[in-house]
C-alpha cells in the first residue's frame, strides 16, 4: 500500500511524504495514540466485566497503600498492543523482515503475559504462570525470532555484538549468539516486568527507551549517517523507527488511563511484549549493549530482585526492605508519586547517556 500511493508522488505531490521514514514514524505515533484513546474506555470496560470486582490480585505483604487498587482490571496491555499493532501495520514497510520479527516478539511475550494475567486474575491470586514453564516459553519464542534473523542476515555479522566507543569493533560470537540475543530479549522482557509495579512506573521508561531506540534505529539503517557516526550500519533497520513511534504512540494513549489513580494495569501481557520488543530491536539494531544503559531502570529492577533472592537464600537476611527496589522507597517513606517521578527522571538520564554513546567512539 505504501509503496502504491509513494509511486503517484509525481502525480500528487504529498503522496512522496510516504517515502520517509521520519514522516511515517509520526504518523505511526498519531495513529497508535489516537487508536488507544478512541478504544480504551470500550477495552477498560470489557476488562471491568470479565474479571468483575476483583481486578488484579495485590499482594498481601505489599504496601498498604497499594490495598486502595484492589479492584482496578488488569490486561490493559492488549490496549498497548493492538495499537502498536495496527498502526505498525498502516505505516511500516511490510516486506521488511525486522519488522515481523519485533512484532513476532511482542504477541508471542503477549500471549504469554495473558495467560499469566489469566491465570492471577481467574484463582484470584497473584502466583500466576509457574516460573520454569514462562521462562521456557519466552525462550523459545525469543529464539525463533533470532533464528529467523540469523538466517537471513549477512553470515558474521548478523551473529556479532559490537562494543560501544569503539568505532569497528565486532565480536563473533557464533551459535553462542543464537543464546545470548534470546537471553537479552527475555531478559529485557522480565525486566520490564518487574518495573510494572506503580501506576506509570513502567510505560514513561518504555516510551522513553523506545524513543532512543527510534533514533537509533533510524541512524544505524541510514548509510550515510551511521558511517559519520562510525557505527555499524544495519541495512533495514530504520524501518524499526516507525515501529518505535507506534511503540511511543500507544504508550502515550495507555498513560492516560494507567496515570495515578490508574483506571487500568497492563499487566504481564503488556509489560512482557513491550521489554521483548525493545530487547529484540536492541539485537536488530546490534545495541543490545546500549539498551543494558538505556533500560539501566530495568537492570536495577531485575538486579533488586536477584540480590534480595539470592542474599535471603545464602544468609536468611534481605537487602532491601521489599524488592523489586521501586517498593523499597515506598517502604522508606516515600510517596508513591515521588518514586514514578524520580524513577523517570533516571530513566531520561539514562537514555542521554545511553544516546552519547553513538557520538563519543
Known amino acids: 500500500m505504501l509503496e502504491m500511493l509513494s509511486a503517484y508522488g509525481s502525480v500528487f505531490q504529498p503522496f512522496n511524504l510516504f517515502r520517509y521514514i521520519t514522516f511515517r514514524t509520526g504518523a505511526a505515533t498519531v495513529t497508535a495514540m489516537a487508536f488507544v484513546f478512541l478504544f480504551g474506555p470500550a477495552i477498560i470496560q470489557m476488562l471491568k466485566v470479565k474479571q468483575g470486582k476483583?481486578?488484579?490480585?495485590?499482594?498481601v505483604d505489599g504496601p498498604k497503600s497499594h490495598f486502595s487498587k484492589k479492584g482496578t482490571p488488569t490486561m490493559g496491555g492488549l490496549m498497548i498492543l493492538?495499537?502498536?499493532?495496527?498502526?505498525?501495520l498502516l505505516w511500516a514497510d511490510l516486506g521488511n523482515r525486522y519488522v515481523w520479527m519485533v512484532l513476532l516478539v511482542?504477541?508471542?511475550?503477549?500471549?504469554?503475559?495473558?495467560?499469566?494475567?489469566?491465570?492471577?486474575?481467574?484463582?484470584?491470586?497473584?502466583a500466576g504462570f509457574a516460573g520454569r514453564p514462562r521462562l521456557a516459553l519466552e525462550f523459545l519464542v525469543a529464539?525463533?525470532?533470532?533464528?529467523?534473523?540469523?538466517?537471513?542476515?549477512?553470515?558474521?555479522?548478523?551473529?556479532?555484538?559490537?562494543?560501544?566507543?569503539f568505532k569497528e569493533v565486532l565480536i563473533d560470537?557464533?551459535?553462542f549468539f543464537l543464546v545470548f540475543a534470546a537471553f537479552v530479549i527475555v531478559g529485557s522482557g522480565n525486566a520490564v516486568n518487574?518495573?510494572?509495579?506503580?501506576?506509570g512506573l513502567a510505560i514513561v521508561p518504555v516510551m522513553i527507551a523506545a524513543g532512543s531506540f527510534a533514533v537509533i534505529a533510524y541512524l544505524a539503517g541510514n548509510v550515510v549517517f551511521s558511517n559519520y557516526l562510525q557505527i555499524h550500519h544495519t541495512p533495514g533497520t530504520g524501518e524499526l523507527a516507525v515501529l518505535c513511534g507506534a511503540l511511543i504512540g500507544a504508550g502515550l494513549g495507555f498513560l492516560w488511563y494507567n496515570a495515578p489513580p490508574a483506571q487500568v494495569f497492563m499487566g504481564d501481557t503488556g509489560s512482557l511484549a513491550l521489554g521483548g520488543m525493545l530487547g529484540m530491536i536492541a539485537v536488530a539494531t546490534k545495541h543490545e549493549i546500549v539498551l543494558a544503559i538505556i533500560g539501566g531502570l530495568f537492570v536495577l529492577e531485575a538486579m533488586s530482585v536477584i540480590i534480595q533472592v539470592v542474599s535471603f537464600k545464602l544468609t536468611g537476611k534481605r537487602?532491601?526492605?521489599m524488592a523489586p527496589i521501586h517498593h523499597h522507597f515506598e517502604q522508606l517513606g516515600w510517596s508513591e508519586p515521588q518514586v514514578v517521578m524520580r524513577f523517570w527522571i533516571i530513566a531520561v538520564m539514562l537514555a542521554l547517556i545511553g544516546l552519547s554513546t553513538l557520538k563519543l567512539r
Open 143 to 165: 529464539a525463533i525470532a533470532v533464528g529467523f534473523y540469523v538466517m537471513t542476515g549477512p553470515a558474521g555479522f548478523s551473529t556479532s555484538i559490537a562494543v560501544p566507543f
Open 173 to 175: 560470537l557464533g551459535l
Open 54 to 59: 476483583e481486578g488484579q490480585p495485590i499482594r
Open 319 to 321: 537487602v532491601f526492605k
Open 194 to 199: 518487574l518495573t510494572d509495579g506503580l501506576d
Open 82 to 88: 493492538s495499537g502498536v499493532i495496527v498502526s505498525t
Open 106 to 126: 511482542g504477541i508471542g511475550f503477549g500471549a504469554i503475559g495473558f495467560y499469566d494475567d489469566f491465570l492471577k486474575v481467574s484463582k484470584k491470586n497473584t
